[in-house]
């Protein structure tokens, strides 16, 4: 016992002692089942959680400033490259301003009339699809304009990405549409659509088939040194009766020589997409005074 009072008059040794009986004491309490937590273990979680609030909100402004200087940056390169694009806006529009200055100029000096200023002037009807006809026979489109709404025969319809086809049949309230995927140079009934190239107007040919296989309309009769090339988009070059001027159609992915060797046919990707109809748009144009 002597001895152990010795031992216990080491300070440091007495220290270590006690402290390790209340970890083991604060072991077995803590490991316990229970419901709720110690007082130790509430002031440990509190005061953690306060150091935490202190550290933790600093780092996270400084990590905010730097997500900030970063937006920043992307946001000055995207104003550059608005600016560019401005300024090409700006240049642009200059010169369509001149261009179109330029082009009346020309009408009153050629002495033109009304109706050949107007004729591209047209009028876009929206519209909407009510059915579908999937016939491979007759596709065909139902949609909710008619008569009443100044809606007429051999008027074309249009996506927002290129031609459909054209009306067929008009009723008071509602109108059928002929796609020009049913267009076959071998059926008398089927108009041919002249077309022309977007950034080519030397491009002239006839669309008057389309292949259900590839899912391509067939342009022929274009001549021989007609620079039509594939990537051209082509456009309809204008018919009074039921395309206007101007609607695109589609691009041109393959050109091959007919088989007589004196014209070329070339093979478009139509442009509209033939299913999940939302919006259409009927195509007026302007009235050509008699």
């Given at each position: 016992m002597l001895e152990l009072f010795k031992l216990l008059g080491n300070k440091r040794l007495f220290v270590i002692l006690i402290a390790l009986v209340m970890f083991i004491a604060l072991m077995g309490f803590t490991l316990g089942p229970r419901a709720s937590l110690s007082w130790?273990?509430?002031f440990l979680r509190d005061t953690v959680g306060f150091a935490q609030?202190?550290?933790?909100?600093?780092?996270?402004?400084?990590?905010?400033?730097?997500?900030?200087?970063?937006n920043m940056r992307d946001i000055y390169k995207e104003n550059e490259e608005l600016k560019i694009a401005l300024a090409h806006y700006t240049r642009d529009k200059v010169q369509y301003n001149l261009m179109e200055e330029r082009n009346k100029e020309l009408e009153e000096k050629l002495h033109f009339t009304n109706a050949q200023k107007e004729?591209?002037?047209?009028t876009y009807h929206i519209t909407q699809v009510v059915s579908v006809n999937?016939?491979?026979?007759?596709?065909?489109?139902?949609?909710?304009?008619?008569?009443?709404?100044?809606i007429k025969v051999g008027q074309s319809v249009i996506s927002s990405e290129g031609l459909v086809g054209v009306i067929s049949h008009?009723?008071?309230?509602?109108?059928?549409?002929?796609?020009i995927t049913t267009m076959d140079a071998k059926d008398p009934n089927s108009n041919g659509i002249s077309a022309t190239a977007l950034s080519n107007h030397k491009v002239f040919g006839i669309i008057e088939s389309y292949d259900e296989v590839s899912k391509t309309l067939q342009m022929t009769q274009i001549k021989e040194n007609d620079p039509i090339k594939v990537g051209d988009t082509i456009v309809s070059s204008g018919d009074p009766s039921k395309y206007p001027q101007g609607?695109?159609?589609?691009?041109?992915?393959?050109?091959?020589?007919?088989?007589?060797?004196?014209?070329?046919?070339?093979?478009?990707?139509?442009?509209?997409?033939?299913?999940?109809?939302?919006?259409?748009?009927?195509?007026s144009q302007p009235k050509v005074p008699q």
């Open positions: 130790p273990e509430k609030n202190i550290f933790y909100k600093p780092a996270g402004y400084i990590a905010g400033l730097f997500k900030d200087i970063a004729q591209n002037n047209y999937s016939d491979t026979v007759s596709r065909t489109l139902v949609i909710d304009l008619g008569e009443r709404d100044g008009v009723s008071n309230f509602t109108s059928t549409v002929k796609l609607l695109i159609i589609g691009k041109v992915t393959k050109v091959q020589v007919s088989p007589f060797g004196k014209t070329k046919t070339a093979t478009i990707e139509p442009a509209a997409e033939f299913q999940d109809w939302k919006l259409l748009f009927v195509v």
